[in-house]
């Protein structure tokens, strides 16, 4: 049973940066890929950044290319991700989550996995981050 908890989310001003961390227990060799989502209301749920479990490849939407990092601490099997510069457009609920169908980086966060398709994809309860002055 895979199980996902996030932290790290707060209110920051704009500039400034947040880490998110994704606790992750249970991944398996069957899970090639995993990533960082975010829904504002009234919004549609988007990939912001998503790393492959296989070879470390990294996916980031257009929005925060150069802004965010995502990384793993594998030893601690923990998903980060590193958010500087944000801006009030980054408000959002942030989750990580995997699924065993999904392969790749890129296509788990251009094709974020549906709420609930367990025992195949899993999701984390979210973190909210609030940028504003």
């Known amino acids: 049973q895979v199980q996902l908890v996030e932290s790290g989310g707060g209110f920051v001003q704009p500039g400034g940066s947040l880490r998110l961390a994704c606790a992750a227990s249970?991944?398996?060799?069957?899970?090639?890929?995993i990533g960082w989502f975010r829904q504002a209301p009234g919004k549609e749920r988007e990939g912001v950044s998503c790393?492959?479990?296989?070879?470390?490849?990294?996916y980031y939407t257009r929005s925060v290319k150069g802004r965010f990092t995502i990384s793993r601490d594998t030893a601690r099997n923990t998903i980060y991700l590193q958010m500087d510069k944000l801006k009030p457009e980054d408000t959002a609920v942030y989750s990580c989550?995997?699924?065993?169908?999904?392969?790749?980086?890129?296509?788990?966060?251009?094709?974020?996995?549906?709420?609930?398709?367990?025992?195949?994809?899993?999701w984390g309860q979210g973190a909210q981050v609030t940028v504003s002055s």
């Open positions: 249970g991944l398996t060799s069957a899970h090639h890929a």
């Open positions: 790393l492959s479990l296989d070879d470390g490849s990294t």
């Open positions: 989550a995997t699924h065993e169908l999904y392969v790749t980086a890129h296509d788990i966060c251009v094709m974020p996995p549906p709420p609930s398709s367990e025992p195949y994809g899993f």
